[in-house]
């Protein structure tokens, strides 16, 4: 089965093979890591590890998050009280070298992030994704001691690199059913059919269009969601707004900047490499008057931001690094990867 970037790259169709990454043949077999490991004298098996735990703890920060924003208005009281001095604000005072990170989720420990999926009254979220919570505690205490040694400058055991990668190889296909049950996307073509569209069908349309949508998490129960699919945890609605000449692309920059005070009420910002579309995600329990309204702020935004003039292919890969990490780029899975794209999702 094909390794996740080796797919993003097919849904491109045009990335010639030569431009392949690290991650599109087996680790052990880069000369560069072996270069690498013999010119700073590293053991080759501390960087695939930090590599393996780069992958793990970026995905479970993502993951995390998408699931207690869909669930939770109050998402952000299950997370750990930052110890003083904040770690967010001590990072943020450094003015001159500031990253572009802002969620308290980036500034968690390995420990904390674990201990949010573990939590029992949080639990029915994340149980979809993982092994029985008994076998998995058995599995973390492996995992964080190998994590330990890796933060510490420590020299691996000789399996730690077997046991970190067969527990990526356990939850490969969970992260990717986190990725592709996001964008199964069920588009509302009738306006009358979904209240949100209703609303929104008036618009101008001369510069750009707006299509709604929905998707539901896996740990839902659809059975027990009122219809007509109103309001729910677990239930997320989607709005791309479109060119509506594909003469014009979005100044994915202008945009962002003119609708940043309600950002907040996102989920996420996807952008497009062909700069012809931005797609919005919303938990369905906020407030639908703040769906509605931030929508049209995104609307109005792209309307004089939707111009005659190309855009490198590469300029919303730029922007979104950029941008907070909700803001994700086209490469990102969370931004391309369907039902209808089996792969491997860690390459492992």
């Known amino acids: 089965m094909e390794d996740c970037l080796c797919i ?20 052990e077999n880069s000369d560069s890591v072996k270069t690498f ?44 009280k930052p110890k003083e ?23 968690i420990t390995f420990g904390e ?9 949080l639990w029915g979220y994340f149980s979809v994704y993982f092994p029985p919570k008994d ?34 190889r356990d939850i490969d296909q969970s992260f990717w059913k986190l990725c ?10 009738d306006p009358q059919k979904n209240a949100l569209s209703e609303k929104l069908v008036k618009l101008p ?6 299509q709604i949508g929905r998707s539901i998490r896996p740990w839902v129960d659809v059975g027990k969601i009122d219809r007509p699919f109103i309001s729910a945890p677990g239930l997320l609605y989607h709005a791309v707004i479109v060119v509506s000449n594909f003469r014009n692309y979005l100044r994915y920059g202008d945009i962002l900047k003119f609708t940043k005070s309600c950002h907040k009420h996102c989920i996420h910002v996807k952008l497009d490499r062909l700069c012809h579309t931005i797609e919005l995600s919303f938990p369905s329990i906020l407030d639908h008057s703040i769906i509605e309204d931030t929508i049209k702020e995104f609307h109005e935004a792209a309307s004089t ?4 003039v190309p855009q490198d292919d590469k300029e919303a890969e730029r922007i979104a690094s950029e941008w907070p990490e909700y803001v994700l780029p086209p490469s990102d899975p969370l931004s391309f990867l369907t039902p209808d794209m089996p792969c491997t999702f860690f390459g492992v």
């Open 37 to 80: 490991s013999e010119h700073f004298s590293l053991p080759e098996d501390t960087i695939f590890l930090y590599a393996r735990f780069w992958q793990l703890e970026t995905w479970l920060r993502q993951m995390v998050y998408i699931e207690l924003r869909s669930a939770e208005k109050d998402w952000e009281s299950y997370l750990p």
């Open 113 to 121: 992030l674990w201990r949010i999926i573990q939590d029992n009254a």
């Open 135 to 168: 076998i998995l505690e058995v599995k973390l205490k492996e995992l964080s001691q190998i994590r330990h040694r890796v933060a510490h400058f420590r020299v691996p055991h000789k399996d730690d690199l077997r046991r970190a990668e067969q527990f990526l």
């Open 305 to 308: 931001a939707a111009l005659p």
């Open 8 to 27: 993003y790259k097919e849904y491109l169709g045009n990335m010639p093979k030569s431009k392949l990454s690290i991650r599109d043949v087996p680790m």
């Open 180 to 189: 592709t049950s996001y964008n199964n996307t069920r588009w509302f073509y």
């Open 205 to 210: 349309t001369h510069a750009v269009t707006v």
């Open 85 to 107: 001095p904040n770690p967010r604000e001590k990072d943020k005072r450094l003015t001159h070298m500031v990253t572009s990170q802002e969620s308290m989720l980036a500034y």
